[in-house]
């Protein structure tokens, strides 16, 4: 008999949660109001032509950015059913394949894919060493990986938090327990979500153990266009939110 497989966390499937997630901007406006998306555009290689997966595709937001830039084929994953059914339908006049699985369980031939792709994912995934070296198998030779994922600092504290004065008064943003990798049990619009703390030493080293060449690193700022359009996002200049890899096979 098969040893039955662990239940991924799927946060995503609540009622509850994933109506307070379609509230945020990135869920109501697409990447143009998602505030690394003006770095992170910039990171990606040309799709034009080019076989594409991405990993938690979501709302499916970056799987039509790449067929509308010429991808030829593009397949989004996400465990989350409610996430796929509302990628089908934002992308449905668009040849887009979608599976609902486990990013741990893709399934691919070798050198199938051109690009593979990740936003905001890989912080829920308790071996990421597993699944990059699945995707080093499914890239081409000379295939490009992009990929972000929530950045250490942010990530360090099971709160994850600013801390305030008596006022609400936004003091600093602390980290602590950063060397102690592992679960971080959090809270994430109302409601309890594990993450998967990381130094940033062990995510770069992971990419590079995983056979590939790293291109560049970013820890982006939102753009002063975003700023002015949601002004709590000024903040984000204050500490890095997210780390942003691009590298390839």
Not at 9 to 23: R, S
Not at 46 to 63: P, Q
Request: aromatic share 12%; glycine share 6%.
């Amino acid at each position: 008999m098969k040893k039955k497989k662990e239940m991924k966390q799927n946060i995503y499937d609540d009622e509850d949660f994933f109506e307070n997630y379609g509230k945020m901007p990135r869920s109501v406006d697409g990447l143009n109001s998602a505030g690394e998306w003006h770095v992170l555009k910039n990171m990606l290689p040309d799709f034009k032509g080019k076989s594409v997966l991405d990993l938690g595709c979501g709302y499916g937001w970056h799987c039509i950015y790449a067929k509308e830039q010429g991808a030829e084929n593009v397949i989004g994953i996400d465990l989350s059913k409610k996430m796929i059914d509302k990628a089908k339908e934002n992308s449905k006049q668009l040849a887009i394949d979608y599976y609902q699985m486990p990013v741990e369980d893709i399934d691919f031939k070798e050198e199938q894919f051109d690009i593979v792709f990740s936003s905001l994912t890989f912080h829920y995934i308790e071996n990421l060493n597993a699944v990059f070296r699945k995707i080093y198998q499914y890239l081409k030779k000379g295939g490009s990986f992009v990929f972000s994922m929530e950045h250490p600092v942010f990530t360090s504290r099971a709160e994850q938090d600013w801390f305030t004065d008596e006022n609400g008064t936004r003091l600093h943003w602390p980290v602590d327990d950063y060397q102690e990798e592992g679960i971080r049990q959090t809270n994430f619009l109302g409601h309890n979500v594990i993450k998967y703390h990381r130094t940033v030493a062990n995510i770069i080293n992971t990419v590079i153990e995983s056979g590939f060449s790293i291109q560049q690193i970013s820890e982006p700022k939102p753009s002063e266009e975003i700023i002015e359009k949601y002004a709590e996002m000024k903040d984000e200049l204050r500490r890095p939110i997210f780390i942003m890899i691009s590298a390839l096979k």
